[in-house]
């Protein structure tokens, strides 16, 4: 049973290139979310996924789109990276109880 | 809004005694959730404890243990005998409504030996 596991741990990208973040979770849970976090800011909400086939913006979606691919795996893409996009990006997931279960984290830089 | 702030950004206690972090928030909701989750230098979020709004008990969980004041909008964490692997970020958190998290801006606290 490994929880909420993301890929890749750590990434660097050029202004401009795009990528993928992978999240997937082995509890069989019905939510998942992504989040930022950034140095004095605490984790904020970027989108998510009440149940499979749903999505939903958070408090910072700019500049992100998602996809719930299925129940397991939840993906966040970076279109065109741009420096603010920097941070430790978290994937978690819940089921009918208000813990979340956060993944290892990925640290993107963007030059 | 919703909101938690966290107003001390770092802490430092000797290994053994006791410390206090502090959390307020604020919230319209009647129904409502907080927490805090620690998180190492891995960076890993690991849930602390966790405090339903209509308990009146404190939650404890061995050595970490709140201080719930729903009137005043306070939720404080305690940790007793502090350990050197207690050195980490510690977020406060309030939930509500649709399961989203709003966290707090952290407090480091450091374990001094």
């Known amino acids: 049973n490994a929880g909420v596991t993301q890929t890749p741990k750590f990434q660097v990208l050029k202004t401009g290139q795009s990528m993928t973040l992978q999240c997937a979770q082995d509890?069989?849970?019905?939510?998942m979310y992504w989040y930022r976090q950034d140095p004095g800011m605490g984790l904020r909400l970027i989108y998510y996924s009440a149940s499979e086939g749903t999505t939903d913006k958070g408090e910072v979606p700019n500049g992100y789109n998602v996809s719930r691919l299925n129940k397991r795996e939840f993906s966040l893409r970076l279109e065109s990276a741009a420096p603010s996009q920097t941070s430790v990006y978290f994937c978690a997931s819940s089921e009918s109880a208000p813990e979340q279960f956060f993944g290892p984290g990925t640290r993107l830089t963007v030059l | 809004a919703q909101t938690v702030t966290q107003s001390q950004p770092e802490m430092s206690v000797q290994e053994a005694e006791t410390v206090t972090l502090s959390c307020t928030y604020d919230?319209?909701?009647?129904?409502?959730?907080l927490f805090w989750y620690k998180q190492p230098p891995s960076r890993q979020m690991i849930l602390v404890i966790r405090?339903?709004?209509?308990?009146?008990q404190n939650a404890t969980e061995n050595r970490f243990s709140v201080n719930f004041q729903k009137a005043a909008k306070s939720f404080s964490l305690k940790i007793s005998d502090s350990q050197l692997g207690d050195t980490a970020m510690y977020f406060c958190a309030l939930i509500s409504g649709t399961y989203k998290y709003i966290f707090g801006t952290g407090t480091r606290l450091k374990v001094l030996a």
């Open positions: 509890m069989n849970h019905n939510s």
């Open positions: 919230t319209s909701e009647s129904n409502y959730y």
């Open positions: 405090q339903e709004a209509y308990k009146q």
